[in-house]
C-alpha cells in the first residue's frame, strides 16, 4: 500500500495545567471538531480582568473544516467560552449538547444577543456523527445533572473523552454513571483517553452526593430560625437535596440571586428540579411567613462581593436582613484563590448573628470529580492504548499519570501534554508533534484581546508601591527645564511624620534637572530616564519602597 | 466600707476578629502588665504593606505603669510586635517567657538592633510575682515547644489566659498540657477564662502530632530518590519528626532556608532538637551523597515568594535543584490567603517533576489549636464565672461563645469583646465600660503607621483599573488652558485595535477644557473635576473600564 494514512489530531487548546477554560480540538483531514469551549476566572494575578478565554484562533482559521461542538456539561468552565467563539464562527456552526446543557448555553448567548445558535439535542445512549467521527454519549455523575462522557469512533481507532465525573454509587437523581457502556468501550478497544484529573491527588473516593442530603436534614431539623443555604446555582442535584429537606421540615423556599433564580427557573423548565409551586416563595412574601418556615436558597458560595450572600452579610440584600440565630450553610468548597473571600463573608455574617456552618464545620458539601480510586476504576475498565490526563494543572495531570502507571498503562503511551499540543495518532502509534497557537485572552470590560502581560505586571507594580507622576515643564526653543517639577502621588505617602520628604523630593529631582541641563541634554527620553532614576534611588533609600515612577516632560 | 474597690481591667488590643496581633492588656490600679505582643501578616487586602502592628498607643501612654511583658509562646503572632514595642518602651521593661520563646525573640531582638533587652526567663510550674499580679506558667501543647497557659492572681479574683493550646494526648516531647494544674485552677475557682478560638469550628479533637510522624515514615520509606519537607521553622516538634523519621530510613538531614536555619540551630543549642551532628549536612556537601540518602529541611511552606522551596520551584535554588521523583512534602496547611501562592508551588514543583505529598493527599499535617471538644473539656475542667473567647475571627469567637454555653456558662457571663474593648472586672461583677484606642498600625519598608486606609484604596483601584495621569497646561496669567492635554497611562490600555481610542480621549478632554474655559473657570479644582468627570464618563462607555483619573494642571 503506498496511500499515505491520515492522521487524527487532537489538540488541546485550554485545560491543561491549569482549572478551567477546558477545550479540545480533534482533526481528521479536512474535518474537525470541537469538545468544549470554556472559560478560566481569573485571580489576583490578573486585576481588573473579568473572563480569561482559551486562544482559539486555530479553530477560527480553519472554521471550514468545523462540523460542530461537542459540549460535555453545561459548568461554564466548559460552555463560557461559546459566545465569544460564536461570534467569531457565526453561528451556522452546529453546537450539541444534552437537554440541560443547551437549555444553561441558550440563556447565555441571548445574554450576548447571539440570534439563533444551531443548537443540536443529544440524548445519553444516543450516537451522532459528524464527518469521519462517530459519537456516543455515556452518562456520567457530576455536579451538574445530565453531563456525558463521550465515546468517538475515528478512522484510527476508538477515543474515549470523559468530561467531568465520578462515579457516585447512590446519585441524587437515580442516574448513574453507565457502567456498562464504559466496559463495552473497554471490550470494543479505545485507542485513547482522555479523563478528569481535577481530584487526581485525593485519595480514596468522593463521597456521594447523597450524603449532603443527610447533613443538610441534620441541619434542617435542628435549626430554630430562618435557614440560608449558598451553593452553586448550577448543581440541580444539591438544589434539590436543600428543596427537599426545606419541604420536609416544614419551610417554604425563597430563591435569591440572578443566576440561582435563574437556573432554578431553567431547571425546573426541563424537569431536573422537582419543587412544587406551592412550596416556593417570592422574597417581598417573606414577611408574612415566621423565620422559623424559611429557607433561602441563595447564590455567593465563592464569596463573590456583588453576589446575594455577600449583599446579606453586608446588610445591603434587597429582601433578605440577617437576624440573631439565623443558620447560614454553604454548601461549597471555595475554588482556589477565593478562600479568604469566603472566610470573609462567614466572618461577617458571624457578626451579623449567624451560625454558619460551611465545609469545615459539616459535612454539606462533596466534590464532583473523581479521586485517585475512581480514576484507577475508570482505567480499568477502558484498558486504553494511549492516555492523556487532561482537566488538571501539572500537579494533577502527574497524579493522574501515577495513578495510569499504576494500573499498568506503558510509561511511553501516557502524554503530559501542554495545551497547544499537537497529538499525532495513527492505529499502532502516537506522539507529540509541534504546537499550535494556544494561550490566553483576557476579557476586561468591553475589550477582548487587549489586556496583556505588561498591562497586569503594571497594575501588579501599582497595587504593591503606589504610583508617583513627576511632571516637568521644559522649554519648547531651548528644551531646558522650566520651574519646579510637580509631584503626584497615589498609593504612597509623601509626608503625614516626615514633611520634609516631599519637599526633599522635589529637591533631588531638580538638582538632576540641573545635572542633565549642564550636561545639554534636551532628549525627553534621556530627561525621563534621569528623573526617574535618582528619584527611584531617593525613595528607596528614605522610605525603602519602590513605587512605578512616571516622569511626563511638557514643552511649554 | 466607704472604701472604693479598684477595678481590674481587662483590654483586648489584638487578637479578637482577627487571627494575628494578639495582645491583651491587664489593669489594676497603678499597675499593668501585657500579654503577648504579635503581629499580623498582611493579605492582598493590604498590597505593599509588610507587616500590621496593634496599635498600642494605649500602653506606650501608661508605660510608667507597665511591670512587664509576658509572652505565651514563640510564635511571630504573639511576639513579633515586640521590636516596635520596645522602640517606645525603651529596653527597661521585662520580658518573660520560657526558654525557647526567650530564646526566639532575642534572636529578633537583636536583627532590630534592640540592645540589652531584660528578658527573664519562667518556668512551666513556675511562680512570678508582678505588682499585684502573681502568675503561674501552665505547660500547654502547641505548634512549637515550650508554650504555657497563664493563671494570673488579680486582687479580684482569677484568671486562666489559655495562650494557644490543643490537648495532644501523645505529645512528641512526651510533654502534656498540665491536666491537673488546670483541674486545681478550676478547684481554685477561676473569675475569668480567656481561651483560644482559632479551632472553635472545627468538630471532635486535633490529631495528635505523633499521626504526622507515621504519615512522614511510611513516605519516607517508599521515596526512592531525594525528599525534601517544607514546614514552618517555628515547629520544632515536626523538624524533630523529619530528622528522626531522615535517620531511621538512612538519611542525611541538609537544612535551607534563612529562618530554618535560625531555628534549627536555636532549638538545638537550647536542647528543643535532638539531632546528632553527624546526621546534619551542608548544602555544599549535598554533591557526594546519593539523593536517595538525603532529606532537605526547606521553609516555603507558605509559598512565599522568596523561600527556599519557591526558589526551588523556580529553579533558582542555590544549592536544590529539583530532580525528576524527587517526593516534596508540604507539612503545614496555608495560612488563609495563602492558598493559591501554595498552589502555585506545588504546581511549579510538579512541572519540574517531583511528586508533591501534601495535607490534600496525605496525613502530613495537624493543627496545633484545639477543636470543639477539647475546648468544651477546658471549659469543663476550669468552671469559670466569666468567659472571653480570644484568637480569632468573629465567627471563631462566635462559635467558642456557642460551645461555652453548651458547658453551662450563662449567656450574660459569656463577653464577645472587641480589640479596645475595656472589660472591667470586680470580684462579684464583669461588665464592658469604655473603648481605648486600638486598631492596625502598617509597616511598610521603613515606615511604621504613615500607611493608611486611603493609600490602600488607592492601591487596589490602581490595581484593578490602572491609572490616567492627564496634564493640562494653563497660561498663568489668564488662566486658561493651552495646547494639547498629553495623556499617560499604566495598567490600562488606550490603543491596540482601537488606536483612536486614544485620540478620541484627548479630543474629549479638549472638548471640556474649551467648555470650561467658555465658562470662565479657572480654579484649578474645577477644572479638574471636569476632566476627570468628562474622561471617567468617556472610558466607560467606550471600555467598560473605570481607571483612576489624575489631573495635573500646571501652570505655564
Redesign the interface.
Known sequence: MTHKKTLLRVIPLGGL?EIGKNMTVLEYGNDMVVIDAGIMFP??DH??VDLILPDFSYVIRRKDKLRGILITHGHEDHTGALPYLLKELGPGVPILGTKLTLGMISVKLEEHRLKKPKLREIHPGGHVNLGPFGFDFIPVNHSIPDGVALFIRTPVGNILHTGDFKFDQTPVDGRLTDYSAIAAAGKKGVLLLMSDSTNA???GITMSEATVGVALREIFALAEHRIIVASFSSHIHRLQQVCDAAVESGRKVVVTGRSMINNTRIARQLGYLDVAEEDLLDAYEMGDIPPERIVVLSTGSQGEPLSALARMANGDHKTVEIQESDTVVISAT?I??N??AV?RV??R???AGA??R?K???AVHVSGHAAAEELKLMLNMVKPRYFVPIHG???H???HA?IARMTGIAPDNIFMLDNGDCLEITESSARVSGRVDSGVVYV????V????QV??R???L??????V?V?I?VDLQTGQP??EP?L?T????LG???DSLAEDAVARVSKTLAKTAREGATDHAVIKNAVRESLSQFLWE????RP?I?P?V?E?
Request: overall charge negative.
Open positions: 495545567d485571580d489576583e486585576p481588573g491527588e485525593s485519595p471555595p482556589p484563590g478562600e479568604k472566610s462567614i466572618n455574617l458571624a457578626k451560625d454558619v460551611h469545615g464545620s459539616d494543572e501539572t500537579r495531570l502527574r497524579a501515577n476586561d470590560g468591553l475589550s484581546g487587549d489586556i496583556g498591562v497586569l503594571d497594575r501588579q501599582l497595587a504593591h508601591d503606589g504610583i507622576t511632571v515643564a522650566m520651574g510637580e503626584v497615589r498609593g504612597i505617602v503625614t511624620d516626615d528614605r522610605t525603602h519602597s512605578m512616571i511626563i511638557m511649554v
